[in-house]
Nanobody, 126 residues
């Protein structure tokens, strides 16, 4: 079992930035593909960004392209989501997800992930 722990959420003004982090407890992360998803109140959980185990390939939802960057540092056992130019509509609980995979393709589907964190709240004030 992989337990994922997210951090870095908070309250920020529109136009501001945040960096989310995700790390597994007690596991090496380098053999896992990872992704970030978000869920706003009353809405379904949606894909934000994904990264392969190597970090070479990434994929983004259209709504965040050019503003969010997913990356990973396998030496630090951590996946990041750098968010800039934040908008009020980015407000949501952000979840980190992971699945053991050496595929060269990032995974945008919720069902493709086996492990989920508990989420971190991001609130963007207008």
């Amino acid at each position: 079992q992989v337990q994922l722990v997210e951090s870095g959420g908070g309250l920020v003004q529109a136009g501001g930035s945040l960096r989310l982090s995700c790390a597994p407890s007690g596991r090496t992360f380098s053999s896992y593909a990872a992704g970030w998803f978000r869920q706003a109140p009353g809405k379904e959980r949606e894909f934000v960004a994904a990264i392969t185990w190597s970090g070479i390939r990434t994929n983004y939802a259209e709504a965040v392209k050019g503003r969010f960057t997913i990356s990973r540092d396998n030496a630090k056992n951590t996946v990041y989501l750098q968010m800039i130019s934040l908008k009020p509509e980015d407000s949501a609980v952000y979840y980190c997800a992971a699945t053991r995979s050496y595929s060269g393709h990032p995974r945008p589907g919720l069902s493709e992930y086996d492990y989920w964190g508990q989420g971190t709240q991001v609130t963007v004030a207008s």
